[in-house]
């Protein structure tokens, strides 16, 4: 099974920092990786697919990119509706599986 | 408005059953796969099971192969997740959610549920 490592676990930042967050892969999965956003007690929402697409209505500060078997999510000024846990998961011929999280908290 | 809402959770003891719904609309539901992933309390995101369009083919989590089973009705825009010889560590929210296949966002999952939270416990 392929497993998916996020870095770091935990990251503390200031409103308008820049913030990047790594996601690593076990193996190639080409381009298909996404990154979702989740707040306590809320359904975790899509930000970017095929590893670099953002999702309709999701601020352009995130952005997405990578292939194969590292990725990075990066918001670019860090907005305080940010503050939040955020995930990578890979699609790989049926399998599909997510990273551990990364909680962004506030500095 | 799309929306996916899921219900059927509760408590239930070690080594009973469960079956969750998703009830779907606002969209064509038979056109897209849908799959069920769940959160321990506290705990990340974990993949449990997935099914195709019209039913025909499905996937799960090694942790649950065996006893649960996904399945959907199209004509009710209804997904469902039978729940079977449930142990403590099934202890979590259960979110339904929607993956566009054949398209960019092909292993993405654009709209969840709010999720159902189940218990194992005696």
Excluded at chain 1, 4 to 22: E, F, K, N, W, Y
């Amino acid at each position: 099974d392929i497993q998916m490592t996020q870095s770091p676990s935990t990251l503390s930042a200031s409103v308008g920092d820049r913030v990047t967050i790594t996601c690593r892969a076990s193996q190639s999965i080409s381009s298909w990786l996404a990154w979702y956003q989740q707040k306590p007690g809320k359904a975790p929402k899509l930000l970017i697919y095929k590893a670099s697409s953002l999702e309709s209505g999701v601020p352009s500060r995130f952005s997405g990119s990578g292939s194969g078997t590292e990725f990075t999510l990066t918001i670019s000024s860090l907005q305080p509706d940010d503050f939040a846990t955020y995930y990578c998961q890979q699609y790989n011929s049926y399998t599909w599986t997510f990273g551990q999280g990364t909680k962004v908290e506030i500095k | 408005e799309v929306q996916l809402v899921e219900s059927g959770g509760g408590l239930v003891q070690p080594g009973g059953s469960l079956r969750l719904s998703c009830a779907a609309s606002g969209f064509t539901f038979s056109s897209y796969w849908m799959h069920w992933v769940r959160q321990a309390p506290g705990k990340g995101l974990v993949w449990v099971s997935r099914i195709n369009s019209d039913g025909s083919s499905t996937s799960y989590a090694d942790s649950v192969k065996g006893r649960f089973t996904i399945s959907r009705d199209n004509a009710k825009n209804t997904l469902y997740l039978q729940m079977n010889s449930l142990r403590a560590e099934d202890t979590a929210v259960y979110y339904c959610a929607r993956e566009e296949p054949g398209t960019s966002k092909k292993g993405a999952f654009d709209i969840w549920g709010q999720g159902t939270m189940v218990t194992v416990s005696s």
